[in-house]
């Protein structure tokens, strides 16, 4: 990349291009975009306002939804802006009702965009469990139903039900499924560990794979899949490599890659695969660099992108090699 940069986001355009925004970087608000055919990166607007521990959320107009962070300091942000691909313009939307990073925002079927938890201050006491859905045709923010408890770090996923199942977090060991339709929330039976920092990856078989994260003490090498027909968590085989702040990708022949993380010896290169028909973990071929914090994409072509991220090792620096 142009600049090193970690807690970025980097979202697949329609054009297959790679479009990276923001970061934990003194130029948080710069962005750029990669070309996989010609293997260049181009830097292009940036933001209002730098940010990391954002979300963003590629609408179906192919614009880019970018929603709260933080900037480093003692800033956390309501400010939301959008990104038009076509004209390279950046422009500012509605602000949330409350500020937060850390939090999840999810495409929703009817094209709005659900936003839950997060934190809005440097203590655990300070997560939350609020809710708040944004229509990008009217501009505007309606607060929801909240959680049955602050969490941030935590992950969330779209179910076909069109549910969408929130876990782990700065929370108790428990998740819960949100219904837009009735704006409610509904207990799930119980997660598996008190976790965060770990990844939920949706399979086509309608099940839910999590992997891996930090209970407090340590990083975990457990997995669990959610089965959402019969609403329970199942254990299912642990990673070779215990790990948090990882990626999950879900590849073409519907296998999930996990790549880096954070370890008890620190950053990892280590790379491995679950293979979703015999259940089981095989280790593949290491990164050139070892890195956390950082970001997947699976590309067009089927294969995966990693960007940036950050070195816990020898050289704790920022990362721009890919």
Same mark, same amino acid.
């Given at each position: ?69 933080? %900037? ?53 006491? %300070? ?7 944004? %229509? ?101 085989? %642990? ?84």
């Amino acid at each position: 990349m142009i600049l090193p940069r970690m807690f970025h986001s980097a979202t697949l355009l329609s054009s297959g291009q790679v479009l990276v925004v923001g970061g934990n970087y003194p130029n948080s608000s710069a962005c750029e975009k990669y070309d996989p055919v010609s293997n260049i990166w181009t830097s292009i607007a940036s933001m209002s306002t730098g940010r990391f521990l954002h979300t963003t959320t590629l609408l179906s107009d192919g614009k880019l939804f970018i929603v709260g962070g933080f %900037d480093g300091g003692k800033n956390y942000w309501h400010s939301c802006e959008v990104y038009d691909p076509q004209s390279n313009q950046w422009t500012s939307v509605a602000n949330m009702t409350t500020q937060r990073a850390g939090h999840t925002a999810t495409l929703l079927p009817s094209g709005k965009i659900l936003v839950t938890g997060g934190v809005a201050g440097q203590s655990i006491l %300070d997560g939350l469990s609020t809710c708040e859905i944004y %229509d990008p045709a009217l501009n505007t923010w309606t607060p929801v139903r909240n959680m049955s408890t602050p969490r941030f770090q935590h992950i969330a996923a779209l179910l076909p039900s069109g549910k969408i199942l929130v876990a782990g977090g700065i929370s108790a060991p428990f998740s819960e499924a949100y219904d837009p339709t009735s704006n409610t929330w509904t207990p799930v039976t119980k997660f598996p560990a008190f976790v965060l920092q770990n990844t939920a990856t949706l399979l086509s078989s309608d099940k839910v794979l999590v992997t891996g994260g930090f209970n407090g003490w340590d990083q975990l090498s457990s997995c669990a899949i959610y089965n959402t027909p019969t609403n329970t968590w199942v254990p299912t085989t %642990d990673m070779i490599i215990p790990r948090s702040l990882h990626t999950a990708t879900l590849l073409s022949n519907e296998n999930v890659l996990v790549v880096g993380g954070y370890s008890s010896i620190g950053s990892l290169k280590r790379c491995e695969v679950y293979n979703t028909m015999s259940t089981m973990w095989i280790a593949v071929e290491d990164m050139h660099a070892a890195r956390c914090e950082h970001t997947a994409t699976l590309l067009s072509s089927g294969h995966v992108l990693v960007i940036g991220g950050y070195d816990e090792d020898l050289t704790r620096e920022y990362l721009s090699n890919c």
